[in-house]
């Protein structure tokens, strides 16, 4: 299993990339299982600041291992069963990426399908190689991308999101770029450095404004306005109360570099 996905560290960022390129990193439940685990090593890890998720060959990855769903199928209590273990696992896997403290950034290659195209919906930031594809498909094979529609709709606004789960059309990277699916493209013999470079930027700030304020983000998105408003107070009183940031400030007061422990 810890083949399925490999971790490799360069000083506070930590890379994962996934290791299956034969089915193109099709989320199998022992991939999901693969990820949860890296996922779960890498929250408790003090210091890494940002994570990037790529992955090896030629695809992102293509979604769900359709031969494995297919070979669970049974009768229909076993088979539902098997289902619904199959999504809630990678529910969960999916919902740790924002839960996680630090920002997680796809590196996204080739093609990215289905819960491969929701894996990218659910990081923080992602990047792009151009003429990627990217679709929510199953419906051309008559499975509608339910779970996809969930991180999808919430990426991208719910009207490309519908049409997208609906025809089962690809787009590419400048278009997802233009509905806010992707942050950068680039070309793809530069993919790796200009994801890495943006991984770096942001392991380089306070890591605990970071962390404090990626929990903020994803917690005010899901209020109302005055409550958000009221959540994201309470997170900035706890900001300017640490010692770094009252550093911080002081350095850009007096134009000079904070020293930050």
């Known amino acids: 299993?810890?083949?399925?996905?490999?971790?490799?560290?360069?000083?506070?960022?930590?890379?994962?990339?996934?290791?299956?390129?034969?089915?193109?990193?099709?989320?199998?439940r022992e991939m999901i299982a693969a990820l949860e685990d890296q996922l779960t090593r890498i929250a408790d890890d003090s210091e890494i600041r940002a994570v990037i998720l790529a992955?090896?060959?030629k695809a992102f990855s293509a979604g769900h291992d359709l031969r494995q769903m297919q070979?669970?199928?049974?009768?229909?209590?076993?088979g539902r069963a098997a289902y619904q273990d199959l999504f809630g696992d990678c529910a969960?896997?999916?919902?740790?990426?924002?839960?996680l403290p630090q920002?997680?950034?796809?590196?996204?290659?080739?093609?990215?399908?289905?819960?491969?195209?929701?894996?990218?919906?659910?990081?923080?930031l992602a990047v792009a190689a151009e003429s990627v594809r990217f679709g929510v498909n199953g419906v051309n094979i008559g499975l509608f991308c339910s779970t996809p529609m969930v991180a999808l709709s919430r990426?991208?606004?719910?009207?490309?999101?519908f049409e997208m789960l609906v025809t089962g059309d690809f787009i590419l990277s400048d278009r997802a770029r233009e509905l806010g699916l992707v942050n950068r493209v680039v070309p793809a013999d530069q993919l790796p450095d200009a994801?890495?470079?943006?991984?770096?930027?942001?392991?380089?700030?306070?890591?605990?404004?970071?962390?404090?304020?990626?929990r903020a983000f994803h917690d005010q998105i899901r209020l109302g306005l005055a409550d958000a408003y009221q959540q994201a107070g309470g997170t900035m009183c706890e900001n300017m109360m640490l010692p770094d940031?009252?550093?911080?400030i002081a350095a850009f007061l007096e134009k000079r570099s904070p020293n930050w422990g």
């Open 1 to 28: 299993m810890s083949d399925l996905v490999l971790r490799s560290d360069t000083g506070a960022v930590a890379r994962l990339m996934l290791n299956s390129p034969a089915n193109y990193n099709a989320l199998s």
């Open 55 to 57: 992955a090896e060959g």
């Open 71 to 78: 070979a669970s199928r049974g009768d229909e209590d076993d």
């Open 92 to 99: 969960r896997m999916m919902q740790m990426i924002p839960a």
């Open 103 to 124: 920002p997680v950034i796809a590196e996204v290659q080739g093609i990215a399908t289905a819960a491969g195209c929701q894996l990218v919906a659910s990081c923080d």
């Open 155 to 161: 990426a991208i606004p719910p009207r490309a999101a």
């Open 195 to 214: 994801t890495m470079d943006l991984a770096q930027k942001i392991a380089a700030k306070l890591p605990a404004a970071v962390r404090m304020g990626k």
């Open 245 to 248: 940031t009252a550093e911080g």
